[in-house]
């Protein structure tokens, strides 16, 4: 993995490619492999920088969830999706979002996954919106009401989230309050 990672970053007998690379490294850093350590922590910042370490988290999972190069896995694909959509990756917040809807590596939790549809719809991604409503169908009256606890505790007024996620305009990602 961290060979890998080498050969992406330099663009030995491969295109260079940086967010390749640092997810090389993190799988190779979580696997116990010391050196990808430092490796990791140099290609952050210029990850940061060249802003590819949450397309490289997503990448990541991506390889777990599908099986190319890592033996496939749900559960570890949905650690990966985790770490990315909390650096704000939209394609990884609906992925996850899927995988808590369906019970794929995580228990079923419906309540948040339409919290991550709700979060992939502010960064711009419409489909999210269809998602949740079609979700929302699905949800018992208990989970709507852990729901609105969730958003309530992060400080989000639940009937605007609800309303703003069964409204036909397109979503603002500047609007709204609370969490980003």
Do not use: C
């Not at 694909?77 to 979002?97: E, N, V, Y």
């Not at 794929?104 to 309540?111: A, F």
């Amino acid at each position: 993995m961290f060979n890998l990672g080498v050969s992406y970053y330099n663009g030995d007998g491969v295109s260079a490619d940086p967010t390749l690379a640092y997810a090389w490294f993190l799988l190779a850093q979580e696997a116990g492999n010391a050196a990808a350590g430092d490796a990791v922590k140099r290609s952050a910042a210029e990850g940061e920088r060249l802003g590819v370490t949450s397309d490289a988290l997503q990448q990541a999972a991506e390889m777990y969830l599908k099986g190319d190069d890592l033996q496939q896995s749900d559960s570890e694909a949905a650690k990966w999706f985790d770490m990315a959509s909390k650096r704000g990756q939209p394609q990884a917040m609906m992925t996850l979002a899927e995988m808590y809807w369906k019970g794929d590596g995580v228990g079923v939790d419906r309540p948040e996954a339409y919290y991550l549809f709700f979060l992939a719809r502010r960064t711009g991604m419409a489909e999210a919106k269809t998602r949740a409503q079609t979700l929302w169908l699905e949800m018992s009256k208990e989970e709507i009401k852990h729901l609105e606890k969730k958003l309530r505790d992060l400080r989000f007024d639940p009937q605007k989230v609800f309303d703003s996620m069964q409204d036909q305009s397109v979503p603002n990602p500047a609007q709204g309050s609370g969490h980003p």
